[in-house]
């Protein structure tokens, strides 16, 4: 059995019972990393020195691993997440050689937790993007088809996981960005309630919308990933401070007897037939399993691509204003005076997508436009928002398509910004009302691109979706769990 | 087509966002952004009258602490990632 394709809970019973040294497997890690990720580019760095002396510690019994259920496992970060004395680019060439001077609250965790970060993944510059081809250090490949996309914002995470380049990784979902790229990587993405993880450390790009989450190999690696990084953080304003429940004993009870919604919306023309057949196929195992399977409606689901493509940009353009070439970024060379200093940094610094999110964020936070567009945007998320409650008075969680096709070609969408936003049109809705939302791999195309099936609960509700996903998974796991490793030997 | 934004208007906005476009990048810009606000008529199909704005994901309060002194970042952890410093402060070019 090749360590590779091992789940996280998989690889720290390895490690807890000495069949593998920590030492042995980072450098197993490391050295796939070396042979298949320049296929693959899912990393923007390794973090070799530092994993490797961090795996000696549990070798030599400094630390334990059975501190927790990731003590000693390898693990990929976004590249937008702090972690203290490492490069953390944001895929910007604004933020090329920044280094944070301090860990963010996930990475404090999980460090606390004794997990070995080994390196950090690509992404669409500052997570503007939908493909993963806006990083300035060029763009990931799908592992499943190296000519597609491997989805995005988090697409070098999704890709490390399905390419067997680490155990399991941290994404950000803005709008879709863990969901999607799991989807299209054939890999489970969670993106949590907000509120529920800190993002202090977190690179800013719309407050009101970012979260952190997991993306792995299966469900349960998920639930362990969420239990090591949720809570409240009093560095975090907007953390929510409830109890963090046991994710992962959650799991195994049977989806008997719960209502399960499908938002007619969702099952839209324009949808991949393929796509479609499988989520149908998905629905029809939940039946199987005992759930009860309700006909609901979101009518407001149309407008969320509106809403969010004014939203998340007015936030954006705020946040971003913080790249001025003083505190830390790239700073431009010749410039006489500040002003000039700060144009010149912030125009050589950002790429394509990320100006245009820019200047449509300034445009519609500006005098005289503001109330046609970010007030009625705002007002909008709102009827969004009611949608989901009211849905959820008739349903426990939602069964959906996470994207409306499969991973597609890479440089297909790139030239027109309007399609690629079109082509989030099933996960911007969960991301506006800030309700959870997870990906789970439930088939494949003719042209063997993985499916993912969305599972949607109300706030707080991780729990919930996640049991419903791991007795999914777990009820097709001849037909689709077998072949999700299938990638891992191809690229060898 | 109904046009949104000018490449005047363009030019406005990206000096208030602080960048600077080329020629071709404002005349990009301007049929991007002109393609995006157009798709974004599609919310007047809604009424909003009444409906209050939705800012924040969950309900959301205002956060108190005590104010008191506690550790914070060292300045010269502060000052390492500034393209430039003279050791105490972040230096810029002349302002006026």
Not at chain 2, 51 to 56: A, D, V
Not at chain 2, 72 to 90: H, K, M, V, Y
């Amino acid at each position: 059995m090749d360590i590779y394709s091992l789940t996280m809970h998989e690889i720290h019973d390895m490690l807890a019972s000495r069949r593998a040294g920590a030492v042995e497997l980072v450098s197993a890690f490391l050295d796939r990393i070396e042979a298949v990720d320049p296929k693959v580019k899912s990393y923007i760095s390794t973090l070799a020195d530092m994993a490797l002396q961090e795996a000696k510690l549990f070798d030599s019994g400094k630390k334990d691993f059975a501190a927790s259920p990731i003590a000693g496992v390898p693990l990929a970060i976004k590249d937008v997440i702090c972690i203290k004395g490492t490069l953390t680019t944001c895929g910007s060439r604004i933020l090329e050689n920044f280094v944070p001077p301090y860990d963010g609250t996930v990475t404090t965790k999980l460090r606390d937790a004794g997990a070995i970060f080994i390196g950090k993944t690509n992404m669409d510059e500052f997570a503007m993007g939908s493909s993963t081809e806006n990083s300035a250090f060029g763009p990931t490949r799908n592992p499943w088809d190296l000519e597609r996309v491997p989805g995005g914002s988090s697409g070098g995470s999704a890709a490390a996981v399905a390419a067997g380049l680490c155990a399991g990784s941290l994404g950000t979902d803005t709008g879709g960005s863990i969901r999607q790229p799991a989807s299209f990587c054939g890999v489970v993405g969670l993106k949590p309630t907000y509120g529920r993880v800190s993002r202090f450390g977190l690179v800013a790009f719309a407050s009101s919308l970012d979260q952190i989450g997991p993306i792995t190999r299966d469900v349960e690696d998920a639930a362990i990933l969420l239990q090591a990084i949720a809570g409240y953080d009093r560095r975090d304003s907007t953390s929510v401070d409830l109890p963090v429940p046991d994710y992962r004993a959650a799991l195994s009870q049977p989806i008997r007897g719960l209502r399960l919604g499908i938002p007619r919306e969702y099952f839209i023309e324009g949808t991949s037939p393929e796509v479609l057949v499988a989520v149908r196929r998905a629905i029809d195992t939940c039946r199987d399993l005992g759930a009860q399977i309700v006909d609901v409606s979101l009518p407001h689901t149309e407008y969320g691509i509106a809403a969010y493509y004014i939203v998340a940009p007015a936030e954006a353009s705020s946040n971003l204003a913080r790249y001025d070439g003083v505190k830390y970024g790239l700073r431009a060379s010749g410039a006489k005076d500040l002003m000039e200093m700060y144009r010149k940094s912030r125009s050589q610094g950002f790429g394509a997508e990320v100006k245009r999110r820019i200047m449509l964020g300034t445009y519609v936070l500006s005098a005289g436009y503001y109330d046609a567009y970010y007030k009625k945007a705002s007002q909008v998320r709102n009827l969004i928002r009611r949608d989901f409650q009211e849905a959820f008075e008739k349903c426990d969680a939602l069964l959906a398509p996470v994207a409306p096709i499969p991973a597609f070609k890479i440089g297909e969408k790139s030239d027109d910004p309007l399609q690629m936003y079109l082509s989030d049109v099933f996960t911007l809705p969960a991301s506006l009302a800030g309700i959870p939302g997870l990906s789970v791999p439930c088939g494949f195309t003719s042209d063997n691109l993985p499916i993912g099936l969305q599972i949607l609960g109300p706030h707080f509700s991780e729990e919930l979706i996640l049991r419903v996903a791991h007795q999914f998974e777990q009820a097709t796991i001849s037909e689709i769990g077998s072949r999700k490793t299938e990638v891992i030997s191809r690229l060898a | 087509m109904n046009e949104k934004i000018s490449k005047e208007g363009v030019r406005h906005v990206a000096k208030l966002a602080r960048l600077e476009l080329s020629d071709s990048e404002e005349d990009r810009m301007t049929g991007q952004m002109n393609q995006i606000l157009g798709y974004m008529d599609k919310l007047n199909e809604l009424d909003t009258e009444g409906i209050s704005p939705m800012t924040h994901a969950i309900q959301v309060e205002n956060v108190h602490r005590p104010d008191c002194v506690s550790p914070s970042l060292e300045r010269q952890d502060a000052l390492a990632n500034s393209p430039e410093t003279d050791g105490c402060n972040f230096v810029v070019p002349k302002v006026i």
